[in-house]
């Protein structure tokens, strides 16, 4: 692919990924930098636009690089690096307890199954902010919502139903949603 066919947005973050990784060992930094624009290859502009938000920004995969190399010897003057397991909160598995914990904690454990998933969400780097905070509010938000609309909307229903469908229903059913999408991202973003 020609220099003038890769789209901006794939130029622009390529470039500002090789600046951010300055100070990383050039063997790590050139294999950053060629794997991301192997994984970006071929792709338009929105295609990779979408693509690079779930690899996160360059100034975070350079943290994680520095992070995880380390010289093998303090005495050596070799540029080797050896490079630290994942966390914990950046592997599949933890995608799926995590998501398993969104999806039907709180039915499992009533309230505290989801609020642990919440927190195992905000553990872990592999969410943006965004999506952790619309997982933490729109579960709450969306029960507030529906049993003010059937306890306070005179539509004649019962007490029991504003409870069953603002306090239970409606908030099991966003969680779900909510997990089912965070899960995906999560999945794909922990790598094979």
């Known amino acids: 692919m020609t220099k003038s066919r890769i789209p901006r947005v794939v130029r622009d973050y390529l470039a500002e990924l090789d600046r951010e990784l300055a ?9 950053i930098v060629t794997g991301i624009a192997e994984e970006l290859e071929g792709l338009d502009a929105a295609a990779a636009t979408s693509r690079i938000t779930t690899l996160g920004g360059p100034a975070f995969i350079a943290a994680e690089a520095r992070a995880g190399a ?25 995608v799926v307890v995590t998501a398993a914990l969104l999806y039907v904690g709180g039915l499992v454990v009533p309230l505290a199954g989801w609020v642990v998933g919440i927190m195992m969400l905000w553990a872990s780097p592999l969410w943006t902010r965004n999506e952790k905070l619309i997982a933490t ?3 709450p938000a969306v029960g507030v919502l529906l049993f003010g ?14 409870l069953l469908f603002g306090g ?3 908030p099991i059913v966003a969680s779900f949603v909510i997990g089912v999408i965070l899960s995906r991202r999560g999945w794909f973003r922990a790598g094979a």
């Open 149 to 162: 609309i059937f306890a306070i909307g005179g539509s004649g229903f019962p007490w029991w139903h504003a």
């Open 168 to 170: 239970l229903v409606g």
């Open 23 to 31: 100070g990383v060992p050039d063997e790590v930094r050139e294999g």
């Open 70 to 94: 380390e010289p093998r010897s303090a005495g050596s003057r070799s540029t080797a690096v050896a490079l630290a397991p994942p966390r914990a909160s950046a592997q599949r598995w933890y």
């Open 137 to 139: 509010i729109v579960p």
